[in-house]
């Protein structure tokens, strides 16, 4: 089955800067890639997905590129604010999705 | 857009006893939902898939007797927790496919604490 690893599992960057998180998937048939932000006791929110026959899309500040021969696609947050700070989890799959273990963001002002 | 609910948001029960779980889609028909487990502080695990009309398909590891998911209808599907212990306690999100490929739209989830 599917197995994504995500790293870091914390980050903290001050208020202005980018903040990059990674994973990695082992199915060579996922070809789904959605990124989801989600805050203490509240449901995953979608913020930006990818399709396995894309290699970039971007939305405003944030932006995900996918490499599929690697295995493994990146979310780019470019201008952090402190309304970024969250857990982030990356997930990918086919029909169902398999979550990554999350990264806490935190933006310092 | 399309909005999935649950209920309870939380839930307190003894030791020993059953919890359900209802998850509905609320504007749009969804044979297939699917159920997670949350732990604090770590990722979202899913449990089982849940079909409308037949059995769900659950993942390995996970107790079907324990948990018991009903699809019983296009908008609604139900987990129960039977004979829960403390360590079933976590927060549980369903979620269902929408209209556009792959997307998955999540409940807002039901916090168990089992006391």
């Known amino acids: 089955g599917e197995n994504v690893e995500q790293h870091p599992s914390t980050l903290s960057v001050q208020e202005g800067d980018s903040a990059v998180i990674k994973c990695t998937y082992s199915?060579?048939?996922?070809?789904?890639f959605p990124w989801y932000k989600q805050e203490l006791g509240k449901r995953p929110q979608l913020i930006i997905d990818?399709?396995?026959?894309?290699g970039e899309k971007k939305d405003q500040r944030i932006a995900v590129t996918l490499n599929k021969t690697a295995k493994h696609f990146s979310l780019h947050i470019t201008e952090t604010q402190p309304e970024d700070s969250a857990v982030y989890f990356c997930?990918?799959?086919?029909?169902?999705?398999?979550f990554g273990t999350g990264t806490r963001l935190l933006v310092s002002p | 857009g399309a909005v999935v609910s649950q209920h309870p948001s939380w839930v307190i029960c003894k030791s020993g006893t059953s919890v359900k779980i209802e998850c509905r889609s609320l504007?749009?028909?969804?044979?297939?939902m699917f159920w997670y487990r949350q732990f604090p502080k770590q990722s979202l695990m899913l449990m089982a898939t849940?079909?409308?009309?037949?059995?769900?398909?659950?993942e390995q590891g996970v107790e079907k007797d324990k948990f018991l998911i009903n699809h019983a209808s296009l908008t609604l599907s139900t987990l129960t927790v039977t004979s829960a212990h403390p360590e079933d306690s976590s927060f549980y999100i369903c979620?269902?496919?929408?209209?556009?490929?792959?997307?998955?739209?999540f409940g807002p989830g039901t916090r168990l604490t089992v006391t």
């Open positions: 504007d749009f028909q969804a044979t297939t």
């Open positions: 990818i399709r396995s026959n894309v």
């Open positions: 199915d060579s048939a996922s070809n789904y």
């Open positions: 979620s269902a496919p929408g209209l556009a490929p792959y997307e998955q739209y």
């Open positions: 997930a990918g799959g086919f029909q169902k999705l398999v």
């Open positions: 849940s079909n409308e009309g037949s059995k769900a398909t659950y």
